[in-house]
């Protein structure tokens, strides 16, 4: 396919009024003739949306909403720290469905009043398509059930639960992994189990 559709792109990219852009999963999973003829020789790497980049996304999904109110700030934020890894077309969905969730409420008013969106609602049941078919470990375990180990703990929290402004505003890196070692039962596990819990993270088990 690419070696039929070379001349194509080659003489589309030599127009000036043409632009040819393309768009894939991986940069290398491009044929290596596009890559190394000047043809699309600047790769612009998409991640997934941040906090702020989040919080952005959502508040303008929810602006298009006309039918219903849009949620406080508090609910904003809320919905924010829980989408950690969500796309944004994860985000326009969860969006899409608080919008169906109020709108039935709306329904069954006696008032007919519009309701308020609930961006909690939207998520109940909602698995981000990088998540999709990968079973998450749900851990009911708190900080208050750990015994001892509190610099490790205050370490942790220092780490996770700050906010990632304050690292903004210091020339440092911000933390972006932490490693637990130590013999069978010195309490690694446990302590994995109420990050998950305490911070709102997503926690993948594996063993081996």
Not at 46 to 72: F, H, K, M, Q
Not at 137 to 164: A, C, M, N, Y
Request: hydrophobic share 40%.
């Amino acid at each position: 396919m690419c070696d039929s559709n070379w001349p194509v792109f080659a003489t589309a990219s030599s127009k000036k009024s043409v632009a040819v852009v393309a768009t894939a999963r991986e940069a290398q999973s491009m044929h290596p003739l596009l890559r190394t003829c000047g043809l699309f020789d600047r790769p612009i790497a998409l991640s997934l949306p941040d906090a702020v980049a989040r919080e952005c996304i959502l508040r303008g999904l929810v602006n298009r909403a006309e039918a219903v109110y849009p949620p406080t700030d508090e609910q904003v934020q809320g919905a924010v720290q829980k989408t950690e890894g969500f796309s944004v077309r994860d985000l326009t969905q969860v969006v899409d469905r608080a919008v169906h969730h109020a709108t039935i409420r709306t329904r069954q008013s006696t008032t007919q009043d519009r309701m308020s969106l609930d961006l909690l609602a939207g998520l109940e049941g909602f698995t981000p398509a990088a998540l999709r078919g990968v079973e998450l470990f749900k851990s009911s375990v708190q900080w208050s059930d750990i015994g001892g180990l509190h610099d490790i703990r205050q370490t942790l929290k220092d780490t996770l639960e700050l906010p990632t402004k304050l690292y903004a505003a210091a020339p440092i890196k911000l933390p972006s992994g932490l490693l637990l070692f130590g013999p069978p039962g010195c309490g690694k596990t446990l302590l994995a189990n109420a990050v998950a819990n305490e911070c709102g993270l997503n926690f993948i088990s594996v063993k081996g």
